[in-house]
């Protein structure tokens, strides 16, 4: 399988996979009884993402968003969290994913370091959220994601003139402070697509026969997650697969029931 396409954006890969495979599932959530979310599992096809990935967009875009902006998520394992991801991917704007088991003063610190322009939320996160934009010297408008874009409110001037490219800054990603503070990782377009290339090429016990669909245990607000192995499903058309959060138990029935 050929990763040699050239590609300035994640959300430049995604709609290459829309384009080429959009009947093929792309996002998987497992199935846990008793979630708030999907408990029977879901799964999306990238020509489903797509719809829902494009739509946001253009309600970003509609809202002033744009290159340079800095776009907190705290949205869990939900499938939601990539759509908004790539649609903000698309715009320009950088996300900042927000480690749910963070509580009140890990999470300041990260809504301040980071000076995101806005954070999008799961409903029950709402006011942890809005306590913390409370106490930040920098306005943080808080939109939950269930009605969105209803409570969005128009955005900064852009810091950026043009189209984003390779050089753009996908996500800050933070480090988990064992020595100290978290350290803000600011990666790029090139970063992605680069990581996602590498991943595609290792061989071996991690050869690559797309369409695959790959099971990971991992956080999407995890480098790992997030950069390395959901790029390598966008760029060969394959699915990625989360649990809600790693559970031993269960490992093998999900990988069993998702294919």
């Given at each position: 399988m050929s990763t040699e396409a050239a590609f300035d954006t994640v959300h430049d890969v995604f709609r290459r996979a829309a384009e080429q495979w959009p009947d093929q599932g792309a996002i998987c959530s497992t199935p846990f009884p008793g979630r708030d979310y999907y408990?029977?599992?879901v799964e999306f096809t990238y020509g489903e993402a797509w719809t829902r990935i494009e739509a946001l967009r253009e309600q970003y875009a509609d809202a002033g968003y744009g290159h340079g902006h800095r776009v907190a998520?705290?949205?869990e394992q939900r499938p939601e969290f990539f759509f908004h991801y790539l649609a903000l991917n698309g715009l320009g704007c950088g996300i900042v994913p927000i480690n749910p088991d963070y509580r009140h003063d890990e999470m300041l610190y990260q809504m301040t370091h980071s000076e995101a322009d806005l954070a999008v939320t799961v409903g029950s996160r709402s006011d942890d959220l809005n306590r913390v934009a409370a106490l930040r010297e920098k306005p943080l408008p808080v939109v939950g994601f269930e009605?969105?874009?209803?409570?969005l409110v128009p955005a900064?001037?852009?810091?950026?003139?043009?189209?984003?490219?390779?050089?753009?800054?996908?996500?800050?990603?933070?480090t988990s402070g064992t020595t100290g503070r978290p350290k803000g990782c600011i990666l790029t377009n090139e970063f992605y697509v680069q990581a996602g290339k590498w991943y595609l090429s290792m061989g071996g016990r991690l050869q690559f026969n797309a369409p695959e669909r790959m099971l990971n245990p991992l956080p999407y607000f995890h480098v790992n997650a997030q950069a390395f192995c959901a790029t390598a499903m966008f760029l060969s058309g394959s699915c990625l697969i989360a649990q809600d959060r790693f559970h031993p138990s269960l490992w093998w029935r999900d990988a069993v029931s998702t294919g």
């Open positions: 408990p029977d599992g998520l705290l949205l009605n969105f874009p209803e409570g900064p001037p852009a810091p950026f003139d043009g189209p984003p490219g390779p050089e753009t800054e996908t996500s800050l990603l933070y």
